[in-house]
């Protein structure tokens, strides 16, 4: 009766703080797997309640965006396209940035803008990242899909862009730069719980981190001296690796992308480090 008693008495779930700090759970996070979709539908509705054109702004936000880099950066700067259409070189730069640091952004504030929840019921605190950079991916979905139709007319209709086999390899970009914004953001996230005004200074860098970015210019075009700030962007490799994929320019090699998947995979490691440390005590400081 005794062994009866006890496998009936048996936990489905036993919640503990003794994990270690390099442990992603990520068993215990599949389980949530429906956790994470709730919040992927709670974010996409949240953002288009009480909205007059609802998911047309995915469409909007980088059309606009584009049209008026097309006029600054290239009618006015003058900025080398490496000869792809501008139209085409400047959509794709958005349309990855745009994921980036909506990313980044959102995930920077995961504690702070969830310490309600995470202080009344338990889940896996990484299903709140997780759920940010899949959320995100509608919204990268409908920009990419634009920026394929425009591709696509310059390809069979002025046939001055050269896609290659590289295309292949959009997914391993797309993860390569959710894992980044997660990273960063999950460490951004940590510290704003006692340094809140990193939050403002994020908000600043990220502006000013567009601009190390090869998303308005190519690298080729840099001048030799400042190449260096390049070659140490993780992102470079990403973008001269997706321009060159669709558009057959840029200059790319096999070298920038292995670099940025290491630091970037060193970013993530030390993120959920300082995430896993922070998420046991975070409610007496935020």
């Known amino acids: 009766m005794s062994n009866t008693s006890d496998e009936n008495n048996k936990w489905t779930q036993v919640i503990e703080s003794g994990h270690s700090l390099f442990s992603l759970n990520l068993k215990e996070v599949w389980n949530y797997r429906d956790l994470v979709y709730m919040l992927v539908k709670r974010d996409f509705v949240t953002s288009f309640k009480q909205t007059i054109l609802g998911p047309l702004w995915f469409f909007i936000n980088p059309i606009f965006t584009t049209i008026m880099y097309v006029i600054v950066f290239g009618n006015i700067a003058n900025l080398s396209t490496d000869g792809a259409p501008k139209l085409a070189f400047y959509l794709a730069g958005v349309t990855l940035w745009n994921y980036f640091s909506s990313c980044l952004n959102n995930t920077s504030n995961v504690f ?3 310490a ?3 202080g009344k019921v338990y889940f896996p605190r990484l299903v709140m990242p997780l759920a940010i950079v899949t959320s995100n ?3 990268f979905g409908v920009q990419f899909l634009l920026f394929i139709c ?3 007319y310059y390809y069979f209709f002025e046939g001055n862009i050269h896609p290659n086999i590289w295309i292949l390899a959009t997914p391993f970009l797309i993860i390569l730069m959710a894992a980044f914004a997660m990273g960063m953001g999950m460490i951004f996230s940590s510290m704003t719980t006692k340094y809140k005004d990193l939050s403002m200074l994020l908000s600043f860098g990220v502006s000013l981190y567009m601009y190390v970015t090869p998303v308005v210019y190519p690298v080729s075009s840099m001048p030799e001296k400042y190449r260096w700030i390049a070659d140490l962007n993780p992102l470079t490799g990403i ?3 997706f321009k060159y994929a669709y558009l057959g320019v840029g200059d790319f090699n096999l070298s920038m992308l292995l670099y940025s998947t290491i630091v970037i995979f060193m970013i993530l490691l030390l993120g959920t480090i300082i995430f ?7 409610m ?3």
């Open 112 to 114: 702070r803008g969830n």
């Open 116 to 118: 309600s929840i995470f």
């Open 137 to 139: 991916l509608m919204q």
């Open 150 to 152: 425009v591709t696509a």
């Open 239 to 241: 973008f001269e690796c």
């Open 276 to 282: 896993n440390k922070v998420e046991k005590s975070f």
């Open 284 to 286: 007496d400081t935020v």
